[in-house]
């Protein structure tokens, strides 16, 4: 699933794909094989490529995200279309940035949830991805139980939109 992010005054398309022997990643159009994630948690990530070791830090607050990596910090945001960010979180649903497994949900329905409170963890490539919600809600839907196997794109959670007061 492809993400457009803005980069000072650049538009950027990026992409993750599992791939059996890594990971794709698409930036643009032109696509990178990773041949192996060494070691990834929500602030670091270590990949191999050839014979080069990238490690990159990243800090990640609502829409955006700042990426560490080779002494300089560029910070992104994700772009909103058509009702969902780039990140794949929508008013009102949260999607899956990549196929993978749920390995913990973190929430149920009914419950009332804050901005940036952490509803499910998804384990793809051995990378865990943090879904966490946009904006204060109320879950309506939980789609997946931990275990199941997801696709891109595939509707995870759904929220009502409000503010904890409202709920």
């Known amino acids: 699933m492809d993400s457009t992010w803005t980069l000072g005054e650049h538009r950027i398309v990026i ?4 791939a059996e022997d890594g990971l794709l990643v698409t930036l643009d159009g032109v696509e990178t094989h ?3 994630v060494l070691t990834h948690d929500p602030h670091e990530i270590v990949l191999r490529h050839g014979e080069r070791t990238i490690r990159a830090f990243v800090a990640a607050d609502g829409d955006e995200r700042w990426l560490h990596f080779e002494g300089r910090t560029y910070h992104f945001t994700a772009e909103r279309a058509s009702g969902r960010s780039g990140a ?3 008013e009102g649903d949260l999607t899956s940035p990549m196929p993978g497994k749920v390995i913990e949900v973190r929430v149920s329905e009914g419950q009332a949830v804050t901005a940036g409170q952490s ?3 998804i384990e793809a490539m051995k990378m865990e991805y943090d879904i966490s919600a946009p904006f204060a809600g109320q879950v309506t839907h939980v789609h997946f139980a931990a275990g199941e196997m997801v696709d891109a794109g595939a509707t995870l959670v759904e929220l009502h939109a409000g503010s904890e007061n409202e709920l």
């Open 119 to 121: 509803l499910m963890v």
């Open 88 to 90: 794949g979180v929508g």
């Open 15 to 18: 992409g993750f794909r599992p």
């Open 34 to 36: 990773l041949e192996r």
